[in-house]
């Protein structure tokens, strides 16, 4: 007897769905919004590296994008919460084509030039005042509504979150289940061979990072709903980095896995914050550990013992259902 | 000289060698022979300890190899050449042949057996400065017979030491392997070309899916005909 | 809630860059609730500190806000120490109708949004450079161009904006404007611009670490220019960083041993602090020190653990603080009169005193 | 018969080496083209030229008449060019069927939009590649490890896939470099009957092998490199007759020389 | 006076940029050996700085000893982690991506531990070496910054000729190029590795303590310099030699220039941009070598 694939997906919706009738507390319910948040930017990246492969630093410049994008026209011009979120993302899209010169390079090349990148838009969100409000950061972003109902709560503003994790999630299932997500891990495993096979690597490459930037740019969007306060020293090049050990932490890979990875990496740090001057060691000991679990990252290890227990549970199932057919 | 008990390794789940016996004695040429993942390069890597046995032992000159690290099984002079070449890109040709002597029983000569290496291979001594990674691929078979030789083998494992070369070149090998002989080492060879194998070996072992099937004189193999029809076949072509 | 201790929760930066000056904070708020806990609390009981570590960033100052509030439940909050920090975790005090007081951050905006739930203990920055301005027109009449070095954050950017507007009262002129990021290391090329500018003094907003180097390589490329600077230097470390280059500086302070020699409060603050950490406290353990006081005082004077009373008897403190008699304005801004204070052979010393030039 | 490529002065320098020094191919439709020649004669390189994973640095390239000498790879194979690579690349961690479904990235057109949004063009496209996919396995006879991952596969098979995911987009042309490297003299046997099916397809092939019981059986005609230029060519017949190629390339055949170095041994030992 | 100023900015430049090859050289080498891109090189660096601190004073103020110090101090360190985290990981053979990741893990740790240890203050070096200008025909040179140039060049040096020449650089060498390979001609590629990171822990920790001696040291002052040099090394091709020397003195000098000439805001935007164009033109770095793709 198996397990059916979907239903572990399921269950862990129908909690998520759950936490805020169960848990009321603003602070645990503003940082589930976080992880959330975290785990859309973790989605994207899990498309850049898990699937096609590119270690892409470049995911937290988008996020940047995203956010200031989003914040300034909520601030400044009173643009409607969706509208927001949109232009958010096709902003970090836009900026996406920047990169479309250095797609060609590979691994550490890219990596780095990524990198780069993020350390430019940190570097024009801090300097460029008349667009960003500089080092003093960006303020006054009212509350998000919907329809004209407030969508500021924190219970509200979680499932308005998580709805989108949702669609992001779906979206990103069904990219790697298509001819695109086929040639993304073409190129992941092969260059070479993928362009032998009629695959135009800069083409799907860019497309790649086009999809990436703007989920990241959505969740910049909603992170500066979030917030309500943007300020330059949130979107560092540590941001890319923190999203790159996101999507590895929970299963190199798996979608499940970057939304498992998200909510480890926003929620470890939370849960440490008690123990004061031991918290960031306790974390990069964490991380350390945790990527002795190979590719199979955190999900993958979920579900071998999920695997276990169930193939225990279904023996012991058939060892007392035996009786009965004994009569 | 050699002396290989009820040998098996596994690659996690996959098991390549199940059980086998094999012996080689004291300056004789051994071919090893069989299909494709027949699990003859792993008995070579076995006996270099590049993979660990799941069973059996490995003895040699009556000391058991089980265990010990490739480095160390390098010191009692087994030396292993193995698939695809392998030499150093980024070292020059004489770096190449002075990692070959590293070890610290071949240390000692190394100078004199240098020099025996470029007599036997001048073109090595026209490229004595040149990266290893640029050499063609015949170069490069050289440079790895004369890495081996610099490393002074009493036991030479050489696997597919034909493979992808131009058959003028193949020529040149046989000439290096027959060098070998005239030293007095003795040799365990692996080729897919079973024919040339078996030419130039005394004796032959025939291995299936990790496990020896056959084992003759080559004479006697190379005329059997379960090797005919598996490995030789009819030679339509060979008469000109 | 009815808990059985006074919950109060400290923020501030325990790890990252900032981090020493978050040690501060947690050293002076240790030691005054522990001399105020053994002398029987408030209302009655222990008070109990919650400390949250926010690491700097804005992001985790709301976070840490939310905990202490919603998680822990605390009465009030005291912190952050820097200025964004501190404005990102107010947005939270105001919409969860907490108490906050600010320990360092100077950036006038923190008061001025209109958020009542909000006090700070040090002076906004537009207060510490008009009087700074008004110090340097007074003993310097003479010095009218100006170099401005800074760094360029919320802290940097909020000095040099504050001199603009209070320099242009004196028709200051500023010939170089110069920036760097936090973190740099060399700033010879500023420097040398600045050289260039025929300024007839610099006047440089850093924190010590960046000012104790922008003062060795001063004197390195040999520049002899009248120096002032900001809060942010305003430690020990500094002199111990800048050795004998930061002779000479004069810079403002919220607090400096050498300038509240007269004020009680603070020499017994003062002779504690070296008792218990063996070391002089820094401005930011004076502010940390006060904030806490002022706490102990509102709660107390409140008589109840609620939030809104907390707030309004808070609103009304008065008592002698550890940087002289305190009250805070309608914004929640400490109406307390700035010093300055320069730098003569590795010793600070009140620049108040020293004579006019002309 | 019209020549389906022709290459005119085609070079290829990399650093002081002329690798391949202006080389004129000229391959008919419909026929199997053997390319041989020393070790670093150029095949491989040629083979890249052609294939486009390798610019020129001079001359020019023509592919049905169309001058394709800056046509990058990837529109090369989707003009119709495939193949195969002399060490093995495949894509490993998918299964055999999808490897040989990317065969037919050039040919499919499903973008983005389709597949999230799930469209009946998309899932009918699938359904169709996957088809041809498995039809494509069934006739490299690897029906059987169709859902086994690519890198599992034993080597002979794996050479075998990778012959059909360049075979499945029905290309014109066929380069297959060394496809008979690590092969045992049977399995070489099956690649030559695959070749003769493959050709009567009506694909041309072209073929770089040492193994001259490949090459000789199924080659119509032979260009033979070496040090990058041009050597001899002409049909099997004519190569192997070929004072200079004997020369510098095929010797008197290695299971000879090793007799040859038997029997001198036996002698010395005599003595 | 222009003259003299661009003297100074190219001699400031080129000291950074020394110290940047130090590190960019570790980076490089630990690439080669072992493909691990190590994220916390630059909190070797630090450790480096610290011990060389710790023991500079202990021995009272000697420059000398504190140059020992820190170069031991980061060897140590780099071996401990390459023992004690990297090792176990590739010996359970976790894809590459994870060890990576597990060096980011190891510079937030290291990081935190040398606050508790030396404390979130910075510590001002004892000057190492002569500070005041020295004028030289006119010009202003400091002794300080040249002795950072020639001390880092001699280091340098010793490591090509290291590599060149001697049996344990070459088997160094064979055991990244070809772990397999170099273990069938007898070389224990586990010592290789560790010596590899002990040689580039070394230039680390000198690094670290030439950079605390021109500026100061503190826990935080690992991880930008760390990237920088990082960058370097991909700037002048990631595994060579040549090229982290290169990088690293180019980075430094384009950082110090573009500060003077251009912009400080923008100065690590230029390096970066540079960087950028660089790769544009030379995927691999300025020296780096592509292997035969096909
Ligand atoms: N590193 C490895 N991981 C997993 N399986 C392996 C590995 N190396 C070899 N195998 C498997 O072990 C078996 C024996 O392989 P081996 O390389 O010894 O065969 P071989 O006889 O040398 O074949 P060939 O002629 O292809 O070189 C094969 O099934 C092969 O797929
Ligand atoms: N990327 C490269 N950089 C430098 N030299 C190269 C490169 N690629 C090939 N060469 C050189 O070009 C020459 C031709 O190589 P090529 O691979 O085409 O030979 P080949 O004829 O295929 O040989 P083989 O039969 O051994 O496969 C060789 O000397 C090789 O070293
Ligand atoms: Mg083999
Ligand atoms: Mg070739």
Redesign the interface.
């Known amino acids: 007897m198996k397990m059916p694939p979907a239903l572990p997906r399921l269950i862990a919706l129908l909690i998520l769905v759950a936490v805020p009738l169960v848990e009321h507390?603003?602070?645990?319910l503003?940082?589930f919004s976080?992880a959330l948040i975290a785990a859309i930017l973790a989605l994207g990246m899990q498309l850049l590296?898990g699937m096609a492969g590119l270690?892409s630093l470049g995911q937290g410049a988008f996020y940047g994008i995203g956010a200031y994008v989003a914040g300034a026209l909520a601030a400044n011009y009173g643009v409607p919460f969706l509208l927001t979120l949109l232009a958010g993302g096709l902003a970090a899209a836009a900026a996406s084509l920047l990169l479309v010169?250095?797609v060609?390079?590979?691994g550490?090349?890219l990596?780095?030039?990524t990198?780069?990148?993020s350390?430019?838009v940190h570097?024009v969100i801090?300097?460029e005042e008349w667009l960003t409000g500089?080092?003093?950061?960006l303020?006054d972003i009212p509350k998000p509504t919907l329809f004209g109902v407030s969508v500021a709560d924190d219970d509200v503003f979680y499932w308005v979150c998580l709805v989108i994790l949702v669609l992001v999630f779906v979206?990103m299932d069904?990219?790697s289940?298509?001819?695109?997500?086929?040639?993304l891990?073409?190129i992941c495993?092969?260059?070479?061979?993928?362009?032998?096979?009629?695959?135009?690597?800069a083409w799907s490459k860019s497309?790649c990072f086009l999809?990436a930037a703007f989920t990241a740019g959505v969740a910049g969007g909603l992170f500066a709903y979030h917030?309500?306060?943007l300020?330059?020293?949130?979107f560092t090049?540590n941001e890319s980095?923190e999203i790159?050990?996101m999507a590895?932490?929970g299963g190199?890979g798996s979608l499940s896995g970057a939304v498992v990875g998200a909510f480890v990496v926003v929620l470890m740090p939370?849960v440490l914050?008690?123990s004061?001057?031991?918290?960031?060691?306790l974390?990069?000991?964490?991380?350390?550990l945790l990527?002795?679990?190979?590719?199979l990252g955190i999900v993958g290890l979920a579900s071998l013992a999920a695997a276990k227990l169930f193939g225990l549970f279904s023996s012991a199932r058939a060892w007392v259902s035996k009786p009965r057919e004994a009569n | 000289m050699l002396r290989i008990n009820n040998l098996s390794v596994s690659y996690g789940p996959v098991a390549a060698l199940r059980g086998i016996d094999l012996t080689v004695e004291a300056g004789e040429t051994v071919a090893l022979v069989g299909s494709n993942g027949a699990g003859k390069s792993t008995t070579l890597k076995a006996i270099s300890g590049l993979v660990p046995p799941s069973g059996g032992t490995i003895e040699f000159l009556g000391e058991t190899l089980n265990g010990l690290k490739p480095e160390a099984i390098v010191e009692r002079g087994i030396v292993h050449v193995p698939e695809g070449r392998r030499i150093f890109p980024r070292l020059s040709v004489e770096q190449n042949l002075e990692v070959g002597a590293y070890s610290a029983r071949a240390a000692m000569r190394r100078r004199r057996i240098r020099e025996e290496v470029y007599a036997l291979f001048p073109r090595l001594r026209e490229r004595r400065q040149q990266m290893g990674g640029s050499l063609s691929g015949g170069e490069q078979q050289m440079l790895a017979f004369g890495r081996a030789m610099m490393a002074q083998p009493t036991l030479l494992l050489l696997d597919e030491p034909s493979l992808g070369l131009a058959p003028i070149i193949v020529e040149e090998v046989i000439r290096a392997i027959a060098h070998f002989r005239a030293e007095g080492v003795t040799i365990l060879l692996v080729e897919q070309n079973a024919e040339l194998a078996l030419t130039l070996s005394a004796r032959g072992y025939v291995l299936e899916t990790g496990q020896v099937v056959l084992t003759d004189e080559s004479q006697t193999l190379i005329t059997h005909p379960k090797v005919w029809a598996s490995y030789l076949g009819e030679k339509e072509l060979e008469d000109t | 809630a009815l808990a059985d201790t006074v919950k109060i929760g400290v923020f501030g930066p325990m790890t990252g860059d900032a981090a020493a000056m978050g040690q501060s904070e947690k050293e002076a708020v240790d030691l005054a609730v522990k001399e105020k806990n053994a002398a029987g609390g408030l209302l009655g009981k222990q008070i109990e500190i919650i400390y949250a570590d926010d690491a700097g960033k804005p992001e985790e100052a709301v976070n840490s806000a939310k905990r202490l509030i919603s998680k822990d439940e605390v009465l009030m909050m005291i912190g952050s120490i820097s200025s964004p920090a501190s404005l990102a975790a107010s947005q939270v005090a105001r919409q969860m109708e907490v108490p906050q007081i600010v320990v360092a951050g100077t950036a006038q905006k923190i008061t001025t949004a209109g958020n009542k739930w909000v006090f700070r203990s040090p002076v906004p920055d537009t207060k510490l450079v008009a009087d700074l301005v008004d110090f340097i027109h007074e003993k310097f009449p003479n010095y009218k161009k100006f170099a401005f070095l800074y760094v360029n954050d919320d802290f940097g950017r909020g000095g040099f904006e504050a001199f603009k507007k209070a320099g242009a009262k004196y028709g200051y002129e500023i010939v170089a404007e110069e920036r760097y990021a936090r973190g740099d290391l060399d700033f010879t090329a500023q420097l040398n611009r600045i050289k260039a500018s025929g300024a007839d003094a610099m006047i440089e907003w850093s924190r010590y670490t960046e000012g104790a180097l922008v003062a060795k390589q001063f004197a390195q490329i040999g520049l002899t220019l009248p120096r002032f600077a900001s809060d942010g230097v305003a430690t020990p470390k500094f002199i111990e960083l800048g050795g004998n280059a930061v002779d000479g500086v004069m810079f403002t302070t919220h607090f400096s041993p050498a300038t509240v020699a007269d004020i009680p409060a603070a020499k017994s603050f003062i002779d504690k602090y070296k008792a218990a950490y063996g070391r002089t406290p820094d401005a930011y353990a004076a502010e940390a020190y006060d904030a806490i006081t002022i706490a102990m005082l509102g709660i107390e004077k409140a008589g109840k653990a609620d939030r809104a009373a907390v707030r309004d008897a808070l609103a009304k403190v008065e008592f002698g603080s550890t940087r002289g008699a305190f009250k805070f304005d309608e914004k929640g801004d400490p109406l307390l009169v700035t010093h300055v204070v320069k730098i003569d052979a590795g010793k600070e010393t009140n620049a108040r005193n020293i004579p006019v030039q002309n | 018969m019209a020549a389906l490529l022709e290459t005119r002065g085609v070079s290829r320098r990399f650093g002081g080496l002329l690798a391949v020094d202006s080389v004129d191919l000229d391959v008919t439709e419909g026929e199997v083209h053997g390319l041989i020649g020393p070790n670093g004669a150029g095949k491989t390189t040629m083979l890249n030229l052609l294939s486009g994973h390798l610019p020129v640095s001079t001359g020019t390239i023509l592919f049905a008449g169309a001058d394709i000498t800056r046509l990058p790879s990837e529109r090369r194979a989707a003009a119709g060019i495939r193949r195969t690579f002399q060490n093995l690349k495949l894509f490993r961690e998918m299964t055999a069927l999808e490897n040989v479904m990317v065969g037919l990235h050039a040919s499919t057109r499903a973008e983005i939009f389709h597949a999230l949004l799930r469209t009946r063009f998309q899932k009918r496209e699938e359904a169709d590649i996957a088809e041809k996919a498995r039809a494509a396995l069934a006739f490299v006879g690897l029906t059987a490890l169709a859902d086994q991952p690519a890198g599992s596969l034993p080597y002979g098979h794996q050479r075998l896939l990778e012959i059909a995911r360049a075979f499945v987009a029905e290309p014109r042309l066929l380069l297959l470099d060394e496809p008979a490297a690590g092969l045992n003299a049977s399995e070489s046997r099956h690649l030559v009957d695959f070749i003769f099916r493959i050709r009567s397809a009506g694909t041309t092939i072209i073929l770089i092998e040492h193994h001259m019981d490949v090459v000789m059986p199924t080659c119509d005609r032979i260009t033979v490199l070496n040090y990058g230029k041009l050597l001899a060519r002409g049909t099997p017949k004519e190569i192997r007759a070929d004072g200079a190629v004997i020369g510098a390339y095929l010797g008197k055949g290695a299971v000879a020389a090793a007799a040859a170095v038997r029997k001198a041994e036996a002698a010395h030992a005599a003595h | 006076m222009i003259y003299d100023q661009f003297l100074q900015t190219l001699l400031g430049g080129l000291a950074i940029g020394c110290i940047y090859s130090l590190i960019a050289l570790g980076i490089s080498m630990i690439v080669r050996a072992t493909d691990i891109l190590h994220f916390a090189q630059g909190e070797v660096m630090m450790v480096g700085a610290m011990t060389g601190f710790s023991s500079g004073v202990w021995a009272g103020n000697a420059p000398l000893l504190a140059l020992i110090g820190g170069t031991f101090g980061g060897g140590l360190m780099a071996v401990a982690v390459e023992l004690g985290v990297y090792r176990p990981l590739r010996a359970r053979r976790v894809p590459l991506i994870n060890v990576v990741i597990a060096t980011i893990g190891v510079s937030i740790v290291l990081q935190n531990v040398a606050r508790l240890v030396w404390g979130s203050e910075p510590l001002a070096y004892p000057a190492l070496f002569e500070t005041r200008g020295l004028v030289i025909s006119g010009f202003t040179v400091s002794p300080q910054l040249a002795t950072i140039v020639v001390l880092s060049v001699l280091i340098m040096a010793a490591l090509a000729v290291f590599f060149r020449y001697s049996r344990a650089g070459i088997a160094m060498q064979a055991a990244a190029q070809d772990p397999d390979a170099a273990r069938l001609m007898g070389i224990s590629v586990e010592r290789a590795t560790v010596n590899t990171f002990a040689v580039s822990g070394m230039m680390a920790g000198a690094a670290g303590v030439l950079l605390g001696s021109l500026f100061f040291a503190s826990f935080n002052m690992g991880f930008i310099t760390g990237i920088k040099a990082f960058v370097a090394a991909v700037l002048g091709g990631l595994g060579s030699v040549p090229g982290a020397m290169v990088g690293g003195l180019l980075f430094g000098v384009i950082e110090t220039f573009s500060a003077m000439f251009i912009s400080t805001s923008y100065k690590d935007a230029v390096g970066m941009v540079v960087l950028i164009l660089i790769l544009l033109v030379a995927p691999m770095g300025l020296f780096g070598r592509a292997g035969r793709q096909v």
């Open positions: 507390n603003a602070y645990w503003h940082v976080l590296l270690l010169p250095i060609r390079l590979k550490t090349s990596a780095v030039a990198l780069g990148f350390i430019i570097l801090l300097n500089g080092s003093l950061g303020m979206a069904r990219i289940k298509s001819r695109f997500g086929r040639a891990s073409a495993q092969d260059e070479e061979a993928a362009r032998a096979s009629g695959i135009r690597l497309k999809v917030s309500r306060y300020s330059p020293s949130d090049f980095i790159m050990i590895v932490i190199l939370e914050r008690s004061g001057e031991l918290r960031m060691i974390f990069g000991l964490a991380v350390i990527m002795a679990a190979g590719n």
